[in-house]
DNA sequence: CTTATATTTAGATGATAAGCTAAATATTGA
DNA sequence: TCAATATTTAGCTTATCATCTAAATATAAG
C-alpha cells in the first residue's frame, strides 16, 4: 500500500497509468510518449510493477504491460475511508 | 493535485491525516503521536499545509490544524477516472 | 518586562530518487 | 550463427527529501 502511494507520487508514472488505462503498450510505445531515456522509463515501469499496479507479460520483442486496477481500488478505500463524516469511526461517540 | 499526491506519499503525513480526520490538533498533540522531533513534524504540516489537504489557526499559544477534505475529494476523483471501463473515453469508441 | 510555553525557521546531513549513457540480455529472422 | 530489434541492468550524477539540533518568533501569565 505504501509502495502504491510512493509510486503514485510521480507524474511520469500517472501518466504510464493513464495510458495502460486506454490500452495495454509495449514498453517502446510507452516510452515513445516521453522525452525521457527508454532506460528511465524502464525503471518507471519496474516501480509500478512492485507497487502491483501493472503487470508485464512477454510477446515476442515485446514487452506488453497492462494496468492492474486490484491495488489502485485499495488505495480508493484508503480515501473512502478518509472522506467518510470527521470522527464517525468512534467507538464511544455518543448518539 | 500533484502537491498532494506527493504529499500523500509520506506514511507520517498520512497518519497525521488519519489523526486529523477524528478531530482537530495543534501542532503539539500532533507531534506527541509521533516519535519525530516536533521541527520534523512541523515540517510535514506545512507540506500538507501547501498541498491544502490541512488548514490551521492560531488559537492561544497553540496552532490547531484540521483537515481539508476538498482536495482529496478531487484525488477520489483521479482514482474514479482511472477505475472506469478500459478504454472507455475514447471520442471514436465504437459502440 | 521577564519567564514559560508552543511552534516555526535556519542550516546541516544522510538517504532516496530520477535522470543519463553504456553495456548486457533476450528474441527474431536471415 | 550473425545481425537487428526490444528491453533491462549497471554505474554514475544531481536533486529532492526526511530528519536532526539550535535558534528565532509569538503568545500568555506572572
Redesign the pocket.
Known amino acids: 500500500m505504501n509502495d502504491a502511494f510512493?509510486a503514485l507520487?510521480?507524474p511520469?508514472?500517472r501518466k504510464i497509468l493513464q495510458l495502460l488505462k486506454e490500452k495495454d503498450l509495449?514498453?517502446?510505445?510507452i516510452?515513445d510518449q516521453f522525452?525521457?531515456?527508454?532506460?528511465?522509463?524502464?525503471?518507471?515501469?519496474?516501480?509500478l510493477k512492485q507497487a502491483r499496479l501493472v503487470e508485464?507479460e512477454?510477446?515476442?520483442?515485446?514487452?506488453?504491460?497492462s494496468i492492474n486496477l486490484t491495488v489502485m481500488q485499495e488505495a480508493m478505500g484508503w480515501f473512502l475511508g478518509m472522506i467518510g463524516t470527521k470522527g464517525e469511526s468512534h467507538d464511544d461517540e455518543r448518539k
Do not use: F, V
Open positions: 510512493k507520487s510521480d511520469t508514472r509495449s514498453a517502446g510505445d516510452a522525452n525521457i531515456s527508454k532506460p528511465s522509463i524502464s525503471h518507471h515501469l519496474n516501480i508485464d512477454r510477446q515476442g520483442q515485446s514487452i506488453i504491460y
